[in-house]
Nanobody, 131 residues
Framework: DVQLQASGGGLVQAGGSLKLSCVASGSAFDDYAIGWFRQAPGKEREGVSSISRSDGSTYYSDSVKGRFTISSDYAKNTVYLQMNSMKPEDTATYYC????????????????????????WGKGTQVTVSS
């Protein structure tokens, strides 16, 4: 079993920055990697970014590419999402999720990120960007 705890959300003005953290626990986590998703009211959950444990490859959605940076310290079971140049449309509840590293790494090669294969989810952290 894997438990995930996301933190770092808050209120920020447009153009500002926030850094989210996701801390994982559980003996099974050694086989898993982390992705960040977000969901705004009335919208579907969207894959934002993910990072492979095995090869360090990353994925960014087009909407955040160039503004968000994902990083990991898997030795400490922690993944970060640095969000810069934030926009009001970044307002959402952000979730971290864990999927088998082999699945996430393969998805990076295909340039996709979906909820498929994400076995564990943390409680979300709210991010609000004011204009």
């Amino acid at each position: 079993d894997v438990q995930l705890q996301a933190s770092g959300g808050g209120l920020v003005q447009a153009g500002g920055s926030l850094k989210l953290s996701c801390v994982a626990s559980g003996s099974a986590f050694d086989d898993y990697a982390i992705g960040w998703f977000r969901q705004a009211p009335g919208k579907e959950r969207e894959g934002v970014s993910s990072i492979s444990r095995s090869d360090g490859s990353t994925y960014y959605s087009d909407s955040v590419k160039g503004r968000f940076t994902i990083s990991s310290d898997y030795a400490k079971n922690t993944v970060y999402l640095q969000m810069n140049s934030m926009k009001p449309e970044d307002t959402a509840t952000y979730y971290c999720a864990a999927g088998l590293d082999v699945i996430i790494t393969a998805a990076h090669a295909s340039g996709i990120m979906t909820t498929y294969g994400m076995d564990y989810w943390g409680k979300g952290t709210q991010v609000t960007v004011s204009s």
